[in-house]
């Protein structure tokens, strides 16, 4: 064969190829979105997202306290990493060029990667076992907290860095002092980044399973007080996938769906509406590069 | 000129911050020195031997590892097997084949994989892949592979080899985009310098782009395996959990993650212990990839960026 239509040849079956990885990769994605709602679908009704998991599979059961109290872990999670985030986030970027910021920073992102069963087993030593809170909402959210706090510092970071140096210099120049400039000038102009990065890490411990296993553990009822177990939705569907009763598996299905609902939306919602301006897209991306994509 | 009032201000809020922050962090890290604590009854009582332990019996109390980093790294050496080409196809399909106006939503769409729960991962793979690969793919790899002692046994489809699978498409998201960043900070003018050599496609990618960034696609390999290391739901619900050391694929298995999972709820003593002591090593284990692989995609992504940043 000639040599240029062989090499073209390569060439062809190469760009083919790529191409089908691509494919490939995504038959997986499009595969549990149908088979979640096609399966999941059934299942929902006014009845099934307002009644407790009694776990029997009998008639009127739901999964409404799984649904409480993946908010309700969410919500104190959200409570105490957000602001622990943002507060290292504004440190890193604003004070963080010298050693104490270099370091810090390097153990942030090395906390991003940690597998999350083991930051499941860092609450548990800490809140399960030496607070002896036991298995509860509040040790959940303990965990879900530490992972939420290296994506939102590493957004927050990205995001500030964004912001121009002349602003920083414009509002010295006027004689405000640093810590208003970092306030009303420099957070107020990073805020999308800010913002898209706290949705995220949001839908990222939303769907988190095995620390939750390992600290909030699980109920059956109703329950939201900080100092007892409490359900959620990752792990209803964990108890109940391989369920032989058909009502339980129905249960799980349903839970996947508002699940990867909820997980999607936000990651749809924020590419949509957040990420339009260039800088915003820049930042996610930065950010999900340095946390490898933990999501 | 500062006045004394704002630059005091100015301090207090500095170091506050910075208390809050890295104070936070310090915690964490220290949290590690307590799961050190809580695993020590069963790093005294076993000892390295911990680590070639065959076995795992509540009942006379003896516990090893072995079994479980042997699932671990079977496991993930399935998943790096699978998901490592692909990976590199949509890699080289995103930075340097797609037409320009499908590169973004594209991106997009392959880092919505990751975007997945496992627990639904582990749920889908249970109902879909699970039958899929227990009728067709085992029964297909038996037929030339069987005499080999990996694919010994029955097509079950609850066996190491869909949890590799699953794993494999997890990672898939990870190892792409971070290649697919490397290969776009390749400059232009590397490629460039190919194609005016009369180089196809093809060719300017392996010359150029591919050799050139070698370093940060491997280091995207390693962050990949970092994270089929510690991957714990949908592993814990395909691989059929069985305690023992087998070579054999289609044989269930248990890995560091699933062994965890499987036995908290009523671990309690000496077991109890033991599962912290595994999960500081799989800690330790996932430590050291990152760090590796921090070392390899740091080499060839230099940039931090440029604007910004204090003053």
Same mark, same amino acid.
């Given at each position: 064969?000639?040599?240029f239509?062989?090499r073209?040849?390569?060439? *062809?079956?190469?760009?083919f190829?790529?191409? =089908?990885?691509v494919?490939?990769?995504?038959?997986p994605l499009?595969?549990?979105?149908?088979?979640?709602?096609?399966?999941?679908a !059934?299942a929902?009704?006014?009845?099934?997202?307002t009644s407790?998991?009694v776990?029997t599979g009998?008639p009127?059961?739901?999964i409404?306290?799984? &649904?409480?109290g993946t908010?309700?872990l969410?919500?104190?999670a959200?409570?105490m990493?957000? @602001?622990?985030g943002?507060?290292t986030?504004?440190?890193?970027s604003e004070y963080?060029n010298?050693?104490?910021?270099y370091? $810090?920073?390097f153990?942030?992102?090395?906390l =991003?990667?940690f597998p999350?069963?083991?930051?499941g087993?860092l609450?548990?030593?800490?809140?399960? /076992?030496?607070?002896?809170? $036991?298995?509860?909402?509040?040790a959940?959210?303990?965990?879900l907290?530490?992972?939420?706090?290296?994506?939102?510092s /590493?957004?927050?970071?990205?995001?500030?860095?964004?912001?121009?140096?002349?602003?920083?210099?414009?509002?010295l120049?006027?004689?405000?002092?640093r810590?208003?400039?970092?306030?009303k000038?420099i957070l107020?102009?990073g805020?999308?980044?800010?913002?898209?990065?706290?949705?995220?890490?949001v839908a990222?411990?939303?769907?988190e399973t095995a620390?939750l296993?390992?600290?909030?553990?699980y109920?059956?009822?109703?329950?939201?007080?900080?100092g007892?177990?409490v =359900?959620?939705l @990752?792990?209803?569907i964990?108890?109940?996938?391989?369920?032989?009763? %058909?009502?339980?598996?129905?249960?799980a299905?349903?839970? =996947?769906?508002?699940?990867?609902?909820?997980?999607?939306?936000i990651?749809?919602?924020?590419?949509?509406?957040?990420?339009?301006?260039?800088?915003? %897209?820049?930042v996610?991306k930065n950010?999900?590069?340095?946390?490898?994509?933990?999501? | 000129?500062f006045?004394?009032?704002?630059?005091?201000?100015?301090?207090?809020?500095?170091?506050?911050?910075?208390?809050?922050?890295?104070?936070?962090?310090?915690?964490v890290?220290?949290?590690?020195?307590?799961?050190?604590?809580d695993?020590s009854p069963?790093?005294?009582?076993?000892?390295?031997?911990?680590?070639?332990g065959? *076995?795992?019996?509540p009942?006379t109390?003896?516990?090893?590892?072995?079994?479980?980093?042997?699932?671990?790294?079977?496991?993930s050496?399935?998943? &790096?097997?699978i998901?490592?080409?692909?990976?590199i196809? &949509?890699a080289?399909y995103l930075?340097?084949?797609?037409?320009?106006?499908v590169? *973004?939503p594209?991106?997009?769409?392959?880092?919505?994989?990751?975007?997945?729960p496992s627990?639904?991962?582990?749920l889908?793979?249970?109902y879909?892949?699970? @039958?899929f690969i227990?009728q067709?793919?085992?029964p297909?790899?038996?037929?030339?592979l069987g005499w080999?002692?990996?694919?010994?046994?029955n097509?079950v489809?609850?066996d190491?080899?869909?949890?590799?699978? &699953?794993?494999?498409i997890?990672?898939? !998201?990870?190892?792409?985009?971070?290649? %697919?960043?490397?290969?776009?900070?390749? @400059?232009?003018? *590397?490629?460039e310098?190919a194609?005016?050599?009369?180089?196809?496609r093809?060719?300017?990618?392996?010359?150029?782009?591919?050799?050139y960034?070698r370093?940060?696609?491997?280091?995207?390999?390693?962050?990949?395996?970092?994270?089929?290391?510690?991957e714990?739901?949908?592993v814990?619900?395909?691989?059929?959990?069985a305690?023992s050391?087998?070579?054999?694929?289609?044989? !269930?298995?248990?890995?560091m993650?699933s062994?965890i999972?499987?036995?908290?709820g009523?671990?309690?003593?000496?077991?109890?212990?033991?599962?912290?002591?595994?999960?500081?090593?799989?800690?330790?284990?996932a430590?050291?990839v990152?760090?590796?692989?921090?070392?390899?995609?740091?080499?060839?992504?230099?940039?931090v960026?440029?604007?910004g940043g204090?003053l």
């Amino acid at each position: 064969m000639n040599i240029f239509a062989y090499r073209r040849m390569k060439n *062809q079956l190469a760009s083919f190829a790529a191409l =089908a990885c691509v494919v490939l990769a995504l038959i997986p994605l499009v595969y549990i979105l149908v088979m979640v709602v096609k399966t999941g679908a !059934p299942a929902i009704s006014w009845e099934f997202l307002t009644s407790r998991t009694v776990g029997t599979g009998g008639p009127g059961e739901g999964i409404g306290n799984a &649904i409480l109290g993946t908010l309700l872990l969410v919500f104190y999670a959200t409570l105490m990493g957000l @602001p622990v985030g943002l507060l290292t986030g504004i440190y890193v970027s604003e004070y963080g060029n010298n050693k104490v910021g270099y370091t $810090g920073r390097f153990f942030n992102d090395l906390l =991003a990667n940690f597998p999350s069963i083991v930051i499941g087993l860092l609450a548990y030593a800490l809140v399960v /076992n030496f607070l002896r809170f $036991g298995f509860s909402l509040f040790a959940g959210s303990v965990a879900l907290a530490i992972i939420m706090i290296p994506i939102v510092s /590493n957004t927050t970071e990205e995001a500030l860095r964004m912001v121009p140096n002349s602003l920083r210099e414009g509002a010295l120049a006027l004689g405000v002092p640093r810590w208003k400039t970092v306030l009303k000038v420099i957070l107020v102009n990073g805020k999308g980044g800010v913002i898209t990065g706290v949705l995220l890490s949001v839908a990222r411990i939303a769907g988190e399973t095995a620390p939750l296993l390992l600290t909030a553990f699980y109920s059956s009822y109703w329950s939201s007080s900080l100092g007892e177990p409490v =359900a959620s939705l @990752p792990l209803t569907i964990f108890r109940n996938f391989n369920s032989p009763s %058909k009502e339980l598996l129905q249960q799980a299905w349903g839970a =996947a769906l508002i699940l990867i609902l909820i997980v999607l939306s936000i990651n749809i919602g924020v590419r949509l509406f957040l990420g339009n301006r260039s800088g915003k %897209k820049k930042v996610v991306k930065n950010w999900k590069r340095r946390l490898s994509l933990r999501t | 000129m500062f006045s004394w009032r704002s630059s005091g201000a100015d301090k207090f809020f500095e170091y506050g911050v910075m208390a809050i922050g890295l104070s936070t962090l310090v915690l964490v890290w220290g949290l590690v020195l307590m799961m050190v604590n809580d695993a020590s009854p069963s790093i005294d009582r076993f000892g390295l031997g911990f680590f070639i332990g065959m *076995q795992w019996n509540p009942n006379t109390e003896i516990f090893g590892a072995l079994p479980f980093i042997f699932g671990t790294l079977l496991t993930s050496g399935i998943a &790096i097997l699978i998901g490592v080409p692909l990976s590199i196809g &949509i890699a080289v399909y995103l930075s340097e084949l797609a037409p320009p106006w499908v590169r *973004q939503p594209l991106s997009f769409v392959v880092e919505l994989l990751a975007a997945v729960p496992s627990v639904i991962y582990g749920l889908w793979a249970m109902y879909a892949l699970r @039958p899929f690969i227990a009728q067709s793919v085992e029964p297909f790899f038996m037929s030339f592979l069987g005499w080999t002692p990996l694919f010994q046994g029955n097509a079950v489809g609850l066996d190491k080899f869909t949890a590799g699978v &699953i794993l494999a498409i997890m990672i898939i !998201p990870t190892i792409a985009s971070v290649s %697919k960043e490397t290969m776009r900070a390749v @400059p232009d003018s *590397q490629r460039e310098a190919a194609l005016s050599l009369g180089a196809t496609r093809y060719e300017t990618t392996r010359i150029a782009v591919l050799s050139y960034a070698r370093s940060g696609i491997f280091g995207a390999c390693i962050l990949g395996l970092g994270r089929a290391l510690g991957e714990t739901m949908a592993v814990t619900m395909t691989i059929g959990n069985a305690n023992s050391i087998s070579w054999s694929l289609l044989d !269930p298995g248990q890995t560091m993650s699933s062994l965890i999972a499987n036995n908290w709820g009523e671990a309690q003593g000496l077991q109890l212990s033991a599962l912290i002591e595994i999960g500081l090593v799989l800690f330790i284990v996932a430590l050291i990839v990152n760090l590796f692989a921090r070392l390899m995609v740091g080499r060839i992504m230099r940039a931090v960026p440029a604007t910004g940043g204090g003053l």
